[in-house]
Each structure stands twice: as structure tokens, then as C-alpha cells.
């Protein structure tokens, strides 16, 4: 045989040999790299992160808080598969809000294991991560009775306009809350929810009759507070006028001192009244201090001058003064006015 015809068949089972080469490389390869990113994902890792910790009981007579630690986040350690405490660290850069389990009685403050509380969390479970640790290792929370009431609906205190009457329709709603925020929110039978006018203003500016719809709540911003429902169906306000600017002529100024001081103190006072003193408020209210015909005003307020121990033997000193029983929207415009004054002790007998 030729010598260059072997030298072809050599040539053509080295290509064959190679090219075999070459298809096994490329079926493992890939499957060797596969093989090496898995075993490192799932490979045990610990880390540590940051969380804000929340609780709520299934039962709608109880509520929970968390009282230790009070608005601080807790430190946890988690131990795992590294992917899946990489996936896990980003679903838990929230709020945790934690389930518990088990019997709770009413105003009482249990402390519980936050490992267990963590673990127990569902997105937690399922990883196959597990909390080894937490700091603090407790948590304490307070378990509240959950009160349930009907409330009145209130005006909103000091509105720039004089409203003559009004109604609401429902005059009431009901509030459910935990038992100390209730007490906070509702200390008297008469406390209410107020409504929220902030959208109606432009309208209810005008003297007149005014008829609102589907009217807001201004609901307290309390964890555990649920109203219903929470807009009033209907509100009919009469308007009387706006806000007006009144001069009162005089006021009398009293003195405030401390009891002690009563009868051992001489105080005299530079002005014996406070004049010319410029308020704005609703028209109704105006009237109440304002002289009419001649007849005194249903209400005088009075400029009192606070005195303090500190004020003994002081000469020509001059303060500002506060003016007391305003009607309701009623204020100074203005700075306050001030009162020179000069304090000696009562002379002893000899």
C-alpha cells in the first residue's frame, strides 16, 4: 500500500478521535459547571440581618403589641443553603408580622422566644433556613381586650367659618380598638371620630346652606383601630359667615401668683388693662364678646400676668401677658401684649 494512503487513513482516524474528544467535552463541561454552582448554592451558609418584628393574635377579642423591644429592630442569624438565604434576606427587608399560637390571656405581657416566633414564620419554614439566633433573644408583648363601640361624628374643632347647625348622617359609627388605645382615643362618652371637611372647604366658605356627600373620617392613625363605616353618607351644615377681625377696646388684667405669695406680695402693675386688642374668628363666636346697644358682652376675657417665686422684689419688669376665656376659634392676632410690673413684700408690722 502507498505510503501516503496510510498516512490519509491515519490523518482520518486521529479526526475521528478527536472529534469524539470533542462531544464528550461538550456534554461534560457544562454538566461539571452545573455540578459546581449547585454544590456552592447549596452549600451552608450563615449570615446575619436586620428585622422589625410585629405580632397579631387569631382572635378578634385580643390584640397584640410588641413592648420589648419598643420600635428597635432585632439582629437574627440565619443558617442555610446560601441561595436561599440570599432569596430569603431580600423578602425579609420589611416589617415581620408573626402569628401567635397558643392561649393568651387579656392584660397580660408575656415574653416569647424570638427564635421560635422567626421559625415559625411561614416564608422562614418553607426556605429550609433556620433562625439560630436572635438579639435580643425575647420578645415581650402586651395582649389588650379588644373594645367594640359605637362613637358619635364630630365636627372638626376650629374651623375658619361659623357654622350655625349641622347633622350627620349616621350620627355614629363603631370603633374597634385595643383597650388602651381606646382609653386614649374615647376618655369621655362624648369623645367622637371627626370628620374630615379638608376636601370641602372651598365649598363650605360661603355663608348658607351646604350639603356634603360620601364625607371622609379623619381616623386615628392607632395600631388596631377599625371604623366602620368610614365615610359619612351625608353632612348639612349652615353656614353663618366667615372669619372676622374685631378690636376689643379694653381688657381687664388679673394677676396670677402663687398661692404662698397671696398676702405677703404688694404687685403693682403699669397697666390696669390691656386695650385695643385685635382678634379673628368665626362671626358667631365674635359676637359673644362684642357690645351691643350698650349691653355688656356675653363674655369677658381677661389678660392674666403669671407670676412665679422667681418674681419676688423684681421692679419695672415688663411680660407678656395670655388672655383667657376667648369663645371657641377665637384668637389674638398679633404678638401678645405685655404688662409692666414691680413686686414688693407686705411690710411686717412693728
Do not use: C
Not at 467535552?25 to 459547571?33: C, D, R, S
Not at 351644615?237 to 396670677?256: G, K, M
Amino acid at each position: 500500500m502507498p505510503k501516503s494512503v496510510e498516512q490519509f487513513r491515519s490523518f482520518l482516524r486521529s479526526r475521528h478521535h478527536v472529534m469524539s474528544m470533542l462531544k464528550t467535552l461538550a456534554l461534560v463541561v457544562p454538566l461539571t459547571i452545573l455540578i459546581w454552582i449547585y454544590a456552592e448554592r447549596a452549600q451552608t451558609a450563615k449570615d446575619q440581618i436586620m428585622v422589625d418584628l410585629d405580632v397579631w393574635i387569631n382572635n378578634p377579642d385580643l390584640f397584640a403589641t410588641v413592648i420589648e423591644p419598643n420600635g428597635a429592630p432585632i439582629a437574627i442569624e440565619l443558617e442555610g443553603p446560601r441561595a436561599k438565604i440570599q432569596v430569603l434576606k431580600t423578602q425579609l427587608e420589611r416589617r415581620i408580622r408573626v402569628q401567635l399560637n397558643g392561649t393568651f390571656q387579656p392584660d397580660t405581657e408575656p415574653s416569647l422566644s424570638a427564635t421560635a416566633l422567626l421559625n415559625d414564620y411561614p416564608e422562614i419554614r418553607q426556605s429550609g433556613v433556620t433562625v439560630t439566633m436572635a438579639s435580643p433573644s425575647t420578645v415581650k408583648i402586651h395582649v389588650d381586650p379588644r373594645v367594640k363601640r359605637m362613637v358619635p361624628l364630630l365636627l372638626p374643632q376650629n374651623l375658619p367659618v361659623a357654622i350655625s347647625s349641622y347633622s350627620i348622617s349616621p350620627p355614629s359609627v363603631e370603633v374597634q380598638a385595643p383597650k388602651r388605645v381606646w382609653e386614649k382615643l374615647f376618655p369621655t362618652p362624648q369623645s367622637g371620630i371627626k370628620l374630615d371637611l379638608s376636601n370641602f372647604m372651598e365649598r363650605i366658605n360661603t355663608p348658607g346652606q351646604h350639603k356634603l356627600e360620601n364625607v371622609p373620617l379623619a381616623i386615628p392613625r392607632e395600631p388596631g383601630v377599625i371604623v366602620s363605616p368610614s365615610r359619612a353618607n351625608e353632612v348639612r351644615l349652615e353656614v353663618s359667615a366667615q372669619e372676622v377681625e374685631y378690636v376689643i377696646r379694653t381688657i381687664p388684667v388679673v394677676i396670677q401668683q402663687p398661692l404662698p405669695t397671696v398676702n405677703k406680695w404688694i404687685v403693682t402693675t403699669k397697666e390696669k388693662t390691656v386695650t385695643n386688642l385685635s382678634v379673628r374668628g368665626p362671626a358667631a363666636e365674635i359676637r359673644k364678646i362684642e357690645s351691643i346697644d350698650g349691653k355688656p358682652p356675653e363674655i369677658t376675657p381677661t389678660a392674666v400676668l403669671k407670676l412665679t417665686n422667681d418674681d419676688r422684689a423684681k421692679t419695672d419688669e415688663i411680660r407678656a401677658v395670655s388672655i383667657d376665656g376667648l369663645p371657641a376659634g377665637v384668637t389674638p392676632s398679633g404678638n401678645a401684649p405685655t404688662i409692666e410690673f414691680s413686686v414688693r413684700d407686705v411690710p411686717q408690722p412693728e
